[in-house]
């Protein structure tokens, strides 16, 4: 799976208050979450978003609590894939349950607006705006399975266990 | 080669022995979701093709994040858990019944051993009875509800040992926001972190609760207090580490040398001397939520706060943890102190610490708090600052209207 997308850059630490306050968590129709995405840190990022973009972040992104809405949010606001340097434990396992590629590279210089390829099969991310390759960590086979069947929910409906 | 209590645990649990970064598929002992997580959960459950409950017995749900309603749409949400509760035969702990972790070890839901997920990232608070518990996001528990397992990696594991004595005025909050502070927002990635030592064996299991609570502030993916002087209503088995088991890191703190601290905005681990923030004016205090509800806090409150009253610039809300905390704190007096020190009591649940409803503070305020994260917007504006500390000094500072060292308020600790 190759993902390719324009950036939009942050910094360590970007926790799932930030990407979707708790205070409308409360929902069961995802427009609702993309509507409010990252608005506290980037009140411009829902006007700026494009279907088909990539959100590049530092160390720990998603970390704080074990909102599902989190990774929901960015998926539903066009969001293609997550690029970090390294993320927190609950919003990485999230995030390929709910089929939203993320991919950990420990060192990158992607810039805001870049174009980037994610290539999730070789574990590695291309940014071609600055013609460059950065490594990526691979992810356990299980975690891969699971996001090639799109997530989750149709890896259970499918198999009905974990054996 | 010895093994760390989670890779006992998880070999328990997995039928075989594993070792740390092993991928098991493990037996689930228990799960709970609360209303942020448990409407995609049924909904996740529903899309799976799920039909029953793998162990209807073994699931719990809660409503106590926005708790009673503050809105229609919310209100529906509830009444869509409530519903799949009564088809699945499921226990569901309604408003005002109180936080999902203090019910789950309230009512021994979970127990020492044992291996619980839990929708909700402060699960690894189990951990306090030497259970692994850890926090999953709504679809995992959908499975889990459908299989009765779920799949991880066994984490490495770090050691802290806590030698010394909490100096009077000096709680467990203060002892945690300490260690935040020093390992840092993502110093335990993914980890499991054992606490050990002779400080532990002196806390009380509220004490204990607030430790392990905030493993999750350091990214930690379980936390294990030694149960050594636990004491529970029920026989149990302690789990120890091996003296030969492998640990990633090994920390060793002396507690004796504690002040109060404080978390200044906007993260858990901007962690200070309280010395350093001391008179900071503050609009807003709160005591409450899975950190520091339970009726040890509200005694630490009660303490600063009988015969007196709060500064007439500072709002002080409390929620209990429970109703059980409630109704004790009612018997022995501590409501009727505080409420008479002008302190407003609200429904035992999480409203003000996730910022849901029943008290969001104003633009500018700033806000004392004996919660668990203080990222910008937490508490439902981000135009606000949230300083996180003991009930001890929450209280304190409520009375004096500004961030206070409780230690040195005379009259309490003399």
């Known amino acids: ?163 | 080669m010895g093994q760390t209590i989670i890779e006992k645990i998880v070999s328990a649990h997995a039928n075989k022995q594993v070792k740390q970064n092993e991928i098991a598929i493990v037996n689930v002992d228990g799960v709970m979701a609360t209303d942020t997580t448990a409407p995609l959960t049924i909904k996740a459950f529903q899309d799976m093709g799920g039909w029953k409950v793998w162990d209807a017995k073994k699931v719990f749900l809660i409503i106590d994040h926005a708790a009673p309603a503050p809105n229609e749409k919310i209100a529906n949400l509830h009444t869509f858990m409530r519903e799949f509760a009564k088809a699945q035969n499921i226990k569901l702990y309604d408003i005002g019944e109180g936080i999902c972790h203090q019910l789950m070890v309230e009512n021994h839901h979970v127990k020492p051993g044992q291996l619980f997920l839990g929708a909700d990232s402060h699960t690894c608070t189990y951990g306090a009875l030497g259970a692994f518990a850890t926090g999953v996001g709504s679809t995992d528990l959908a499975g889990v509800m459908l299989t009765g397992q779920t799949w991880l990696k066994v984490p490495a594991s770090f050691k802290i040992t806590l030698n010394g004595k909490l100096q009077r005025g000096v709680s467990a909050k203060d002892l945690i926001l300490y260690i935040v502070g020093q390992l840092g927002i993502e110093g335990a990635t993914y980890k499991a972190i054992e606490f050990t030592g002779p400080a532990v064996e002196l806390l009380s299991l509220d004490d204990r609760m607030t430790l392990s609570n905030m493993a999750i502030e350091m990214g930690a993916k379980a936390c294990f207090v030694d149960t050594t002087g636990l004491e529970l209503p029920y026989d149990f088995d302690h789990i120890y580490g091996d003296e030969d088991a492998a640990y990633e890191k090994e920390y060793l703190f002396n507690v004796s040398q504690i002040n109060p601290e404080i978390a200044t905005p906007h993260s858990p681990d901007n962690v200070r001397d309280i010395a350093e923030a001391i008179n900071t004016p503050i609009q807003m205090a709160f005591i409450g939520s899975c950190t520091n509800g339970r009726l040890q806090d509200l005694h630490a409150a009660a303490e600063i706060l009988k015969g007196k009253r709060i500064h007439p610039d500072v709002r002080l809300i409390i929620a209990p943890a429970s109703q059980k905390v409630l109704l004790d704190a009612l018997k022995d007096g501590t409501v009727e102190i505080l409420t008479a020190a002008g302190a407003s009591f609200i429904s035992s649940g999480c409203g003000p610490c996730v910022g849901t409803h029943q008290g969001v503070p104003g633009n500018g305020e700033n806000v004392i708090s004996a919660t668990n994260r203080n990222f910008q917007g937490r508490m439902g504006n981000r135009h606000s600052n949230v300083y996180l500390a003991s009930p001890a000094t929450v209280a304190a500072s409520a009375l004096n209207g500004k961030i206070t060292d409780p230690t040195t308020l005379k009259e309490a600790f003399s």
């Open chain 1, 1 to 163: 799976m190759i993902i390719k997308g324009k950036t939009h850059v942050y910094g360590d630490n970007i926790d799932t208050d930030r990407i979707i306050p708790g205070k409308y968590t409360k929902t069961l129709n995802l427009q609702d979450l993309a509507d409010h995405v990252l608005e506290d840190l980037d009140p411009e990022f829902r006007s700026r978003v494009k279907q088909g973009d990539i959100i590049v972040g530092g160390s720990n992104f998603g970390c704080g609590s074990s909102r599902e809405q989190a990774p929901l949010a960015l998926k539903k606001a066009g969001i293609s894939a997550v690029v970090a340097q390294s993320f927190a434990r609950i919003f990485f396992r999230n995030a390929i349950n709910i089929g939203l590629p993320v991919i950990e590279v420990k060192n990158h210089s992607i810039n805001m607006n870049d174009e980037v390829e994610a290539d999730l099969k070789n574990g590695k991310v291309i940014n071609l705006s600055k013609n460059e390759v950065y490594e990526g960590t691979q992810i356990p086979e299980v975690m891969v399975k699971i996001l090639n069947e799109g997530g989750l929910v149709p890896y259970l409906k499918e198999h009905k266990t974990y054996s």
